[in-house]
């Protein structure tokens, strides 16, 4: 399992990568597969440990990303004859060490970050083993083994009472539509809590920091998994007013398994991870939004834990990796003779 | 051979690395060596040309460098089976994919950008053939198996006549002493031309273009090969008055080769380019280097050119390599099975 390691896995707080690998071998491990999980040093795992980089990168401003990366990667490759599969966590560079190893490599594409990097996942197509994360964050131009929604370890969830106020929680980026969050909370006259890194420091000063009063509207920055259950559950909704192609929302899902809907635009994945009516509204825009949070009352809450339960579970993920390692394992194809 | 794609090979104006790559290549096709070139696709050259990157990425703001790179440096490894050694004039990247075949690779490290890409040339001491480009480049805690300075192609540099100038040729940056060459020309009371691509704009602005007068001190901007050769043939001396262990310094050889003098400081390499008295003089600060501009009637050009011929001829460089390839193939030495 290689992972990314611009944080550690898990993550402390913002990782969505890290927390995927983390998820998914742990969750080998526990069906008793000998998993080797390469991350950075202060990994925690049940996995024996493989680490080139002492932490992340975005948390140690004096580590060479290029350096610890292409280490990171080749550390995988030159064990490769050790191992059934390897199984991708962390973009298209290693998918550039994969034609020379005869080990089947499964690439999990999280989305992309350029329309440029497609030319690399194009040039490996026909030995790559692609995981698309949704329906939606499918490239016509790429062939796929699988689409494997995210599962979260719902232990770490607890359904919560829900409470009076919204919560907007991601990355504070135009992207996720923070502005629109608090737009659609004071409309609504509700408060809003919002937690997150921000990814856009321009936005963040101009279009929500002059926002944040300590009352209706509450900045908490990031949050770690203890914080970000308890301010989940206590939500009477999550606001995720996206405005772009989202390959796959972690944090909707982690609602849901607080038993909080979501008000969400029908962008990217959402209307993959969000069933109108049931658990949350999918809105075309800030009125329908300010609306929907009217309708909340409407909406059952242990319909949205169930649903996390059904489809967004860890081992519903598992599940899903597993066939499809047995199957590339079992298939031996994309295996190739070793290069030289 | 694996060049830097960061330019075109040769390189229209400024790129080292990639000039190296080139009068390598070529000189090794002239022997009748089967070679491949993996290089930017509008380069030139007598070898086979492999090329993923459509131009030099420091030329084409389209191209992502992460991109390019990587595959450029995949398409020679998963090649390697066909050739008997790869030359890797590329930096540290290509070492991290060294292990996964059995083919030797050849390192020419052209310098250390940072004391933290020590870190990867270390992890594959054990099976790199690493040449310097200098004795005083050579990092204590690495095994080299080669001291090969650079070489020029001779019939691209003519024998000059000299003239009433002094030039600096090089990047414009703190580094290569720009605001030296300027101090110590006005002080000896002779013009300076100034030609070189800028790398520290705020250093060129503040430093450099108050001085620009276009008589005493003018500023030519990046030359191609024909200007350079007129350049160097028509000074009376290049100052080369760094102020960094210089790993290599083309200019000073190319000066040389147009029969021109140097005057520089002894630095890095710069001891072993410059015989003092003789080929120039290498001196302690701006007083010595005005004092060095009154002796310059007493250095015969065509000592600089024979220097130039006898020592940083390519013929003698691709003597270096020729000899260093051949023993690095009958040794085998490095060589390990296929990973996997």
Same mark, same amino acid.
């Given at each position: 399992m ?15 990568? #890290? ?5 998914l071998a742990e969750g080998l491990v526990?069906?008793?597969h000998d998993v080797t999980l ?7 795992t049940g996995a024996r ?34 191992f059934?599969?390897?199984s ?156 772009? +192609? +989202? ?24 209307? +993959? ?14 009125? #329908? ?17 169930? +649903?996390? #339960? ?11 990796? #597993? ?18």
């Amino acid at each position: 399992m290689l992972a990314s390691i611009a944080h550690r896995t898990p993550p402390r707080s913002y990782g969505p990568w #890290e927390q995927v690998a983390s998820t998914l071998a742990e969750g080998l491990v526990v069906r008793g597969h000998d998993v080797t999980l390469f991350a950075t040093a202060d990994s925690l795992t049940g996995a024996r440990l493989h680490a080139v980089a002492p932490a992340g990168y975005e948390e140690d401003p004096t580590i060479d990303v290029k350096v610890c990366e292409s280490l990171h990667i080749a550390a995988v490759f030159e064990r490769a004859a050790q191992f059934d599969v390897i199984s991708n966590q962390f973009d298209f560079l290693p998918l550039t060490y994969s034609r020379l190893t005869s080990t089947p490599v499964v690439t999990t594409i999280h989305g992309f970050s350029s329309e440029r990097i497609v030319r690399v996942y194009r040039a490996y197509d026909d030995i790559a083993h692609y995981v698309s994360i949704s329906d939606a964050n499918r490239h016509p131009a790429l062939t796929y083994a699988a689409t494997i929604h995210h599962g979260l370890d719902l232990t770490r969830f607890t359904p919560g009472p829900g409470g009076d106020h919204l919560l907007f929680l991601g990355r504070i980026h135009p992207d996720k539509g923070t502005h629109l969050a608090i737009d659609v909370a004071r409309r609504a006259g509700m408060p809003l809590v919002i937690a997150g890194v921000v990814h856009d420091e321009t936005y963040f000063r101009s279009l929500v920091e002059p926002h944040v009063d300590g009352s209706l509207v509450r900045y908490v920055g990031s949050v770690g998994p203890a914080e970000r259950d308890r301010l989940l559950g206590g939500a009477a909704a999550l606001l995720h007013l996206i405005d772009f +192609e +989202e390959p796959f929302g972690l944090a909707v899902v982690e609602a849901l398994a607080a038993g909080t809907p979501v008000i969400a635009t029908p962008r990217g994945s959402l209307s +993959e991870l969000v069933r109108d009516g049931t658990t949350g509204f999918l809105v075309a825009d800030a009125d #329908e939004a300010v609306a929907a949070v009217g309708r909340l009352p409407t909406i059952d809450r242990r319909a949205c834990r169930h +649903e996390a #339960e059904t489809r967004f579970s860890a081992d519903r993920m598992v599940d899903g990796y #597993e066939r499809l390692f047995h199957g590339v394992v079992a298939s031996g194809r994309g295996r190739r003779p070793p290069a030289a």
